[in-house]
């Protein structure tokens, strides 16, 4: 069992910025992929980031590419959401998750997740 734990949410004007973390905790010897996902009111779940735990190689949604940036420290069990340039339509709750697929952008190649962190963007 992992437990996933987000924070970092909060309400910020357009163009500002925000650093989400997640923490994790349990079976910490599984997380191999750790991804950060988004989903606004009446939408579906999306991708946004992931990065391999060990390689440090990473992705991201064509959206946030060039404004987001994923991180991670190992030693602390840690993953965070760089958000800069930030938009209205960034506006969502964001949810981390683990999971043992190499970069994998589907929610269902994902296996632990958080309860979320709400980010609230203003024009």
């Known amino acids: 069992q992992v437990q996933l734990v987000e924070s970092g949410g909060g309400l910020v004007q357009a163009g500002g910025s925000l650093r989400l973390s997640c923490a994790a905790s349990?079976?910490?010897?599984?997380?191999?992929?750790m991804g950060w996902f988004r989903q606004a009111p009446g939408k579906e779940r999306e991708f946004v980031a992931t990065?391999?735990?060990?390689?440090?190689?990473?992705s991201y949604a064509d959206s946030v590419n060039g404004r987001f940036t994923i991180s991670r420290d190992n030693a602390k069990n840690t993953v965070y959401l760089q958000m800069s340039s930030l938009k209205p339509e960034d506006t969502a709750a964001y949810y981390c998750a683990t999971g043992r697929v190499v970069l994998g952008r589907e929610a269902r190649e994902y296996d632990y997740w958080g309860q979320g962190t709400q980010v609230t963007v203003s024009s």
């Open positions: 349990g079976r910490t010897f599984r997380l191999y992929v």
């Open positions: 990065i391999n735990w060990s390689a440090g190689s990473t």
